[in-house]
């Protein structure tokens, strides 16, 4: 006899259907306010760094427009993704529409690292024969980078409990902001000495920082979508505590993966004694559910088996 128990909990059933972090009612407005003006701040400097890199001939500017540029893209997708959120899952999108977050991330990784590419081969022929930087104007733009990326932030900061989106461009933001302090630290150094070998050097060090995010956010999207095991979790660990449970003699096929790198997913077999009864299947059912939610499992399926049944997947 096979005794199956599909049940992921009322709290889980309302996770997958519009995600665990859902947006409703007044909630979603000021995320999208706020989202609207820092994407609004964050393209209109980079169409200023883009400018000002040009005329001050500075690669370290154009390095960090390059950064913008894919921020500006991050935040405009983010927007995108806030609202598509809402509409949840349907007959085509049947875990909703979460991992487009996703393919979002990864797009903007490749555009970050094509762009820290072209960088890093423009800058190396500079730091070994460096050209004349207008430092005045580098400076400004420093300062003003500081301004605009400090003002996105504290904008985003406003209701930034609501959205993890939001909270992940916020952080990002202050990382840009830490940059153009670097840059501005850079440019009082070749104010006063003439060294514009300082230039190459900090566009070098901002494509390889970009780079080395850019490639691990790449990574992940990609474990995400080849559907990898979260490393956060530990399937040896889920194992043997769903086998503590009174009752279980064994726990079998467990597929663990995540939609979208913070909503989980899991599937298993959990094997009682053929003698057992609908109570303590029931038990047991529960307790492998309370279990699950505690390793931050959103979307459990578990279906009890007894020892009596012959599971083709019991090796899988």
């Given at each position: 006899?096979?005794?199956?128990?599909?049940?992921?909990?009322?709290?889980?059933?309302?996770?997958?259907?519009?995600?665990?972090?859902?947006?409703?009612?007044?909630?979603?407005?000021?995320?999208?306010?706020?989202?609207?003006i820092?994407?609004?701040?964050?393209?209109?400097?980079?169409?200023?760094?883009?400018?000002?890199?040009?005329?001050?001939?500075?690669?370290?500017?154009?390095?960090?427009?390059?950064?913008?540029?894919?921020?500006s893209?991050?935040?405009?997708?983010?927007?995108?993704?806030?609202?598509?959120?809402?509409?949840?899952?349907?007959?085509?999108?049947?875990?909703?529409?979460?991992?487009?977050?996703?393919?979002?991330?990864l797009?903007?990784?490749l555009?970050?690292?094509?762009?820290s590419?072209?960088?890093?081969?423009?800058?190396?022929?500079?730091?070994?024969?460096?050209?004349?930087?207008?430092?005045?104007?580098?400076?400004?733009?420093a300062v003003?980078?500081?301004?605009?990326?400090?003002?996105?932030?504290?904008?985003?900061?406003?209701?930034s409990?609501?959205?993890?989106?939001?909270?992940?461009?916020?952080?990002h933001?202050?990382?840009?902001?830490?940059?153009?302090?670097?840059?501005?630290?850079?440019?009082?150094?070749?104010?006063?000495?003439?060294?514009?070998?300082?230039?190459?050097?900090?566009?070098?060090?901002?494509?390889?920082?970009?780079l080395?995010?850019?490639?691990?956010?790449?990574?992940?999207?990609?474990?995400?979508?080849?559907?990898?095991?979260?490393?956060?979790?530990?399937?040896?660990?889920?194992?043997?505590?769903?086998?503590?449970?009174?009752?279980?003699?064994?726990?079998?096929?467990?597929?663990?993966?995540?939609?979208?790198?913070?909503?989980?997913?899991?599937?298993?077999?959990?094997?009682?004694?053929?003698?057992?009864?609908?109570?303590?299947?029931?038990?047991?059912?529960?307790?492998?559910?309370?279990?699950?939610?505690?390793?931050?499992?959103?979307?459990?399926?578990?279906?009890?088996?007894?020892?009596?049944?012959?599971?083709?997947?019991?090796?899988?």
């Amino acid at each position: 006899m096979e005794l199956k128990e599909h049940h992921h909990g009322d709290n889980n059933h309302k996770g997958c259907s519009h995600g665990e972090h859902q947006h409703s009612g007044p909630h979603i407005h000021p995320v999208v306010k706020n989202m609207k003006i820092a994407l609004f701040l964050n393209v209109f400097f980079t169409i200023i760094e883009f400018i000002g890199g040009f005329l001050t001939n500075s690669v370290a500017i154009t390095s960090d427009a390059i950064h913008d540029l894919g921020d500006s893209l991050t935040i405009a997708m983010a927007l995108i993704l806030e609202k598509k959120s809402e509409k949840g899952r349907n007959s085509s999108y049947t875990y909703g529409t979460r991992r487009y977050s996703t393919l979002a991330a990864l797009i903007t990784s490749l555009i970050l690292v094509a762009g820290s590419i072209v960088i890093i081969f423009q800058a190396i022929p500079r730091f070994f024969h460096p050209e004349e930087v207008h430092v005045n104007g580098v400076l400004w733009l420093a300062v003003l980078g500081l301004l605009f990326n400090g003002a996105a932030v504290i904008r985003l900061k406003k209701d930034s409990n609501n959205s993890l989106n939001q909270k992940a461009i916020m952080l990002h933001l202050m990382e840009d902001a830490l940059g153009w302090l670097a840059v501005l630290v850079g440019g009082i150094i070749m104010y006063f000495t003439r060294w514009f070998w300082i230039d190459p050097l900090l566009s070098l060090g901002i494509a390889a920082f970009i780079l080395f995010n850019a490639i691990r956010n790449a990574t992940s999207s990609i474990s995400i979508f080849l559907q990898a095991k979260p490393k956060t979790l530990d399937e040896n660990k889920i194992r043997s505590t769903l086998l503590s449970i009174a009752d279980v003699t064994d726990v079998h096929d467990i597929h663990i993966w995540s939609v979208d790198g913070e909503y989980n997913v899991l599937t298993s077999h959990i094997v009682v004694l053929s003698s057992s009864s609908s109570t303590v299947i029931n038990n047991v059912r529960r307790d492998a559910l309370e279990i699950l939610q505690k390793f931050h499992i959103q979307h459990p399926t578990v279906q009890i088996e007894t020892s009596a049944d012959s599971c083709p997947l019991k090796n899988c």
